[in-house]
């Protein structure tokens, strides 16, 4: 794989054939063709140039709490920006964060200047670029996109600035996803809220976390999107699935849309199992669940994804 693949240039700081099994919270994955960690945004524009004219595909890891990548891994240029975009500042109740900044930790910064607004984020291990995404969120509504002010993006090789008007926010989804923008960074509205009930407030939902999700064993979080009106953990543990296994990988009993492993596990075993779980549950109940993890590889997706 690597013979046909071009040398970058030296001062683009590429690494070849680096496991993306370091840079995802599964801890699995097989080697990014290239992999950077540009020190500010004109060292990724040059890698982003590099990329295009050479026509390899461009990935931003965020936190990697919601990717699967393969095994084989992905001949692709994939870039951190947690040197380029890892900063935040405060301009009264208004926040502006790069892109890999992580959720928890803006939570917190937040809740010590007595702001709140992101204690519902204090569990999701993502970036604010990987947030943009999805729409990341929890149970009760609370979501990224009721917060966002403005979104700056990197955009047919130039910097722009979206108002949160030109996006749209759903459920797991934004107009974001899929775009070909790539997130740089976001300004959020937050509120005025005494530090001490945001801190209250995020470690009762830290504590229910603990209580009801495998925090101890790698995992993605929830592996597949709620369908209409139901629950995909409800639909998985009335199929019978908790505990299913496929190698090292295996439903959580805890949490039925939870898939852990033991450290040994692989994205095919991983793969495999969500299948299963999907047969299963569309025998179960007629619901065809559908994954909310991304799939990361060359070629055609497993059936999972499909
Ligand atoms: C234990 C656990 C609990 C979780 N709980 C929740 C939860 O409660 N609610 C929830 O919504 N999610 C949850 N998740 C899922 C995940 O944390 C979120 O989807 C998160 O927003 C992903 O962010 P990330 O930075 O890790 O993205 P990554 O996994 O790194 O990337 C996901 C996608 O976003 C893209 N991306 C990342 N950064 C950028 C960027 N700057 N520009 C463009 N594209 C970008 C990537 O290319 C990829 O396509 C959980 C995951 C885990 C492991």
């Known amino acids: ?28 994955g097989g080697p990014a063709a290239y992999l950077g960690v540009p020190e500010d945004l004109a060292q990724f524009e040059r890698i982003a140039g590099w990329a295009r004219e050479t026509g390899l595909r461009l990935r931003v ?39 890999a900044v992580m959720l928890p930790a803006l939570a917190r910064a937040a809740a010590e200047r007595d702001l709140g607004g992101l ?67 976001a300004t959020l509205a937050l509120v005025p809220r005494p530090r001490v009930e945001c801190e209250a407030e995020m470690r009762r939902l830290l504590e229910t976390r603990k209580r009801t999700q495998p925090t101890a064993e790698p995992n993605a979080g929830s592996v597949f999107r709620n369908p209409p009106g139901d629950s995909a953990g409800r ?27 033991d450290g040994q596990g692989t994205a095919t075993e991983i793969a495999a199992l969500m299948a299963a779980v999907q047969h299963r549950v ?11 993890v991304e799939w990361w590889g060359d070629g055609d997706a497993p059936e999972a994804w499909q």
């Open 1 to 28: 794989m690597t013979s046909v693949l071009p040398p970058p240039p030296a001062d683009l700081g590429l690494e070849r054939e680096v496991p993306l099994a370091r840079h995802t919270y599964m801890r699995i």
């Open 119 to 185: 204690e519902f984020a204090i569990g999701i291990p993502g970036s604010i670029g990987g947030a943009l995404q999805t729409n990341a969120g929890i149970g009760d509504g609370r979501c990224i996109g009721d917060l966002v002010r403005a979104v700056d993006v990197w955009r047919d090789g130039a910097r722009a600035t979206l108002p949160a008007s030109a996006i749209t926010f759903e459920y797991r989804h934004t107009s974001l996803r899929g775009s070909g923008d790539l997130v740089l960074g």
């Open 235 to 261: 639909l998985i543990d009335a199929a019978g699935c908790k505990g299913l296994a496929e190698g090292h990988a295996r439903v959580s009993t805890l949490h039925a849309n939870f898939i852990v492993h």
């Open 282 to 292: 569309l025998a179960a109940s007629g619901v065809r669940l559908r994954p909310e």
């Open 61 to 99: 890891i965020g936190g990697g709490s919601n990717v699967c990548v393969s095994d084989e891994g992905v001949r692709d240029v994939v870039v951190s920006l947690r040197r380029a975009c890892g900063t935040f500042a405060f301009d009264g109740t208004e926040i502006t964060a790069g892109a």
